[in-house]
């Protein structure tokens, strides 16, 4: 099989304006929890994507833990490359592909942490094992091999016990969109793309846009 060869047909659903939302979170909510009924393998995984210094773009998986009319979370090391580039530049993309469903949404926005109260909250929810993860391992860091984890992991477990603290190097990010896009495959590759971005005023414009 050639790889240039390889092609599907768009057929499940359409998206037009008198039938999707005004407002791009109560559009995003509808897609989202169709997408956990359907039962689409991991619908809440997002590729994140920052910039560094250098300019040069990075992506990486990461998992959407909240929404709401403020933005979308997510939490992680600060100190790992997403980390750092999201310090030096706040301003970063996200995207959800659900295949089964045939759909992509795409969010654009600045970057800040969460309050301290809501990485707390959320860290001390998290299973025991996750907890201690998050002191073993030195995100992005280079190291010599699996062992340096597992002796990490044992050392802080040791440590803390059933009662990790949050390390004060792991936390929330919130994404707040100043622009979302939703796709839905169609045939012929004649998609429906619409493109949602925040005015002035606090209201947002819905654009159709070609595919």
Do not use: C
């Not at 689409?40 to 910039?51: G, H, K, S």
């Not at 300019?55 to 997510?74: M, N, Q």
């Not at 391992?137 to 597992?150: A, F, G, K, Y």
């Amino acid at each position: 099989m050639n790889i240039a060869d390889l092609r599907k047909s768009y057929e499940k659903a359409e998206l037009s304006e008198s039938a999707s939302h005004a407002d791009p979170l109560k559009q995003f909510d509808q897609w989202l929890n169709e997408a956990i009924s359907g039962e689409v393998p991991e619908p809440n995984a997002m590729t994140l994507a920052t910039v560094g210094a250098d300019l040069r773009p990075t992506t990486r998986v990461v998992l959407i833990k909240g929404y709401d009319e403020r933005g979308i979370v997510w939490y992680t090391n600060y100190n790992s490359q997403k980390g750092r580039q999201l310090a030096g530049n706040p301003y970063a993309a996200l995207q959800f592909h659900w295949v089964e469903l045939e759909r992509v949404v795409r969010i654009e926005g600045i970057v800040e942490k969460v309050s301290d109260e809501e990485s707390d909250a959320y860290f001390h929810s998290r299973p025991l094992d996750s907890r201690i993860g998050a002191w073993a391992s030195p995100q992005s860091e280079v190291i010599d091999s699996r062992t340096v984890l597992v002796t990490n992991a044992a050392k802080y477990g040791a440590q803390f016990m059933l009662k990790p603290p949050r390390p004060p190097h792991w936390g929330g990010y919130r994404l707040k969109p100043d622009t979302w896009q939703f796709w839905q495959g169609r045939k012929s590759r004649l998609h429906d793309r619409l493109r949602y971005s925040l005015q002035a005023g606090g209201e947002w414009l819905r654009e159709r846009l070609a595919p």
